[in-house]
């Protein structure tokens, strides 16, 4: 999925963007999307369509789904076929060959948004995200790490267009967070956040030093699908523990204080969820199981694929020298994804939710369309 550079003559780079089209047109099949929207709308106008509340959303979220992906394919398409006419012209007319650069751009800018969407092909990839992140080691250095990855990764989920909901919070003991839970919503949310999912490692001057000491700090991410089929997870009531509190933050920094938070333990696993966003602890409870049923559905699909690969003798590191990504702060300014070998030298600009070309960097390297970083080493 390279994308032609601008270095290259243009012929070239029309040839390259060609091929990619038609790719991705057989990839996403837009008759069989056309033929799928008509029966959607066919299904949506019936009489009483309305009047069932589980199907009818469902219908409708296909539906718009259907048509963003369809109207985004056949837009790119009339753009890329006017290229060549373009191409004719430029020769003979700077403004036009300034038109024709730009057109490229955009071309290949879309065509790499909608080749994304073929690195994504486990059952719940398209949906919605349940995202957890967790203080590690380092201390009141980790749990403002955490607090700094939380926000890092609610800007980076907004920026691709999705709705964001802080579910729960739990604030650190001097600074940051131990513990806080997102839902990110929108399309192909999961499949993307799933590229984060692990550990995250900064190293800085730590401003809670009185030496000024570099300190290296931990913070983990998880992340679960959210699931509203009851079906796809089963839970036994008498294996619940539940419990009220009251919720607290930080001067209302994170979340609304309430009398009606809910904490949630399955007792099997060992599973706990807590949710103090909503006003009512009923609404609070509502969310907290979906949350469980989530994390649940994460947890046998893990041990799923680790029985795979013990079947395969392959074994699977975890743990806090298994990062996936270093934020180097002091004595320079680097970001480095050690699955990949993608970095980035504006740490900040990382830290503010760019982190596009790490997502798609990892996607194409679990997808097996680019090589692993070489040695996988940790060394930044």
Partial sequence: MSTPSSTEPTPQRLQAIAAQLAELRDHLQPDALARRLEELEAEMGASGFWDDQDRAPKVSAEHARTTRRLDAFRALQRDAEDLEGLAELADEDDEIAAELEEQITSVQSRLAELEEA????????????????????????????????????????????????????????????????????????YGLFNAEKGVHRLVRISPFDSQNRRQTAFAGLEVAPIVDEVGDVSIEPDDLRVDTYRASGAGGQHVNKTDSAVRITH???????????????????????????????????????AEIAKAKGESEVVGWGSQIRSYVLQPYTMVKDHRTGHEVGDAAKVLEGDLDGFVRAELLRAAGKAPTAEGGSDEV
Avoid: H
Avoid at 147 to 163: D, I, K, N, P, Y
Avoid at 270 to 298: D, F, H, P, Y
């Fill in 118 to 189: 073929r690195l994504f092909s486990g059952k719940y990839d398209a949906g919605d995200a349940l995202v957890t992140i967790n203080s590690g080691a380092g201390g009141t250095d980790a749990q403002d790490w955490a607090e700094m990855l939380l926000r890092m990764q609610m800007r980076w989920a907004e920026s691709r267009g999705f709705s964001v909901e802080l579910l729960e919070v739990s604030e650190g003991t001097e600074a940051g967070i131990t513990s806080a839970t997102f839902r990110a919503s929108g399309e192909n949310a």
């Fill in 267 to 305: 007792v099997p696993t060992g599973v706990v969820v807590q949710c103090q966003n909503e006003r009512s602890q009923s609404s609070n409870r509502e969310t907290a199981m979906k949350m469980l049923r989530a994390k649940l559905l994460e947890r046998a699909e893990q041990e799923r694929k």
